[in-house]
């Protein structure tokens, strides 16, 4: 077992393990608080498999962007004190288990699946390739997903500008 | 080196448990948190299959970077409707948000 495989099955568990307590905490920050640790997991795992550059955007924009905005979601609506109440519909057990068939169903066909001979080497200099691909072969999605960036913006702000006239 | 199937068992790993939450939390913060979880998974999906399989010129990694954008929109008009629903509904709970049921 080398150096490698240690440190991916101990960012996988932290990964994974983090992810639970996102979705089974009780207490809705704490979930924030977890959500962190699993993107930095990821951003770990990304590194792990050399998209250095995915992995800062990864914590520029999930750590520090998106779990931002959901601490404040939180802060703007739900009273955090609230204790005893229950966190999960009166589906659980039913979803539980259909998420775990799916889960069994891929974790199979992945095992089963044709493994390619060995990984190529790492490409060289890949973030500049990275940037040099988004502004050649790829210019055209790269401007529609700013024009989305930018509708989503205005998007969201309309839609939590409070209304005048209602207050 | 670890084996391409180890990322992809850890990738469906997270996108079940992110499933499981998005189907069954009842805080609708709580289900944008499992939806950004399944969001993580997918990624580390197409980053994997762009680092193992041969011949691949970085698409995967664009994906993904298209991906996180998307993302981005995702989480900041959802949080804009969750507010819009709370200032009307004064709660985020999913399952008491039942004006247009039967």
Do not use: C
Request: hydrophobic share 65%.
């Amino acid at each position: 077992m080398t150096v490698t495989q240690v440190v991916f099955y101990v960012l996988a568990a932290f990964t994974v393990g983090a992810a639970f307590i996102v979705v089974l905490a009780t207490n809705i920050v704490h979930s924030a608080i977890a959500l962190v640790f699993t993107f930095f997991g990821v951003a770990a795992l990304y590194i792990l498999l050399d998209a250095e550059f995915l992995a800062a955007v990864q914590v520029l924009l999930y750590v520090g962007g998106i779990t931002i905005l959901l601490l404040f979601a939180i802060m703007l609506t739900s009273r955090i004190s609230a204790r005893g109440v229950r966190i999960l519909n009166e589906q659980a057990g039913i979803s539980a288990l259909v998420v775990f068939a799916i889960f069994a169903l891929m974790a199979y066909a992945n095992l089963r699946v044709v493994v390619p001979a060995g990984p190529p080497p790492p490409a060289s200099y890949a973030t500049a390739s990275l940037g040099r691909l988004l502004l050649t072969t790829y210019v055209l999605p790269f401007e529609a997903v700013s024009i989305l960036l930018l509708a989503a913006m205005v998007g969201a702000i309309i839609l939590a500008r409070r209304e005048r006239e209602k207050d | 080196m670890v084996p391409l199937s180890h990322y992809l068992i850890l990738s469906a790993a997270l996108f079940a448990i992110g499933m499981f939450g998005a189907l069954t939390r009842r805080n609708a913060i709580g289900i944008l948190m499992a939806l950004e979880l399944m969001f993580n998974a997918v990624n580390l999906d197409f980053v994997a299959f762009s680092r193992y399989l041969p011949q691949t010129m970085l698409q995967g990694q664009i994906f993904a970077i298209f991906v996180i954008t998307v993302a981005a929109a995702e989480a900041a008009v959802g949080l804009a409707i969750i507010l819009g629903l709370y200032r009307n509904f004064k709660t985020v709970n999913v399952d008491e948000i039942n004006l247009m049921k039967w």
